[in-house]
Nanobody, 120 residues
Framework: QVQLMESGGGSVQAGGSLRLSCAAS?????IAWFRQAAGKEREGVGY??????RYADSVKGRFTISRENPENTVYLQMNSLLPEDAGIYSC??????????????????WGQGTQVTVSL
């Protein structure tokens, strides 16, 4: 069964760190991370493929995406967290078409999401 499953969310104080995981079963293609804060639209956080990584401007220098091939798991290391980083983080894959990495309509495969809370 092809699926993505996130883990690693939780509560942290501002300035702290979290590492999210996206375990991919039956899928080895590119993966994007998105987040959705309460009352806001889902936005792209970062993306990894076989030859590139991309980040939203708001997280550059603080977040890092990496992939461990044997386990086929994509990680999102989040440092220096800010309250505005809070939200439900989801990983996505299996893009329908070529396009912008942060086009959420592009992806057919989504995980269930994991909650990140950042307090002052």
């Amino acid at each position: 069964q092809v699926q993505l499953m996130e883990s690693g969310g939780g509560s942290v104080q501002a300035g702290g760190s979290l590492r999210l995981s996206c375990a991919a079963s039956g899928y080895t293609g590119p993966i994007a991370w998105f987040r959705q804060a309460a009352g806001k639209e889902r936005e792209g956080v970062g993306y990894i493929s076989s030859d590139t990584t991309r980040y939203a401007d708001s997280v550059k220098g603080r977040f890092t995406i990496s992939r461990e091939n044997p386990e086929n798991t994509v990680y999102l290391q989040m440092n220096s967290l800010l309250p505005e980083d809070a939200g439900i983080y989801s990983c996505a894959g299996n893009p329908r078409y070529n396009g912008d990495w942060d086009d959420r309509g592009r992806y057919r495969l989504w995980g269930q999401g994991t909650q990140v809370t950042v307090s002052l």
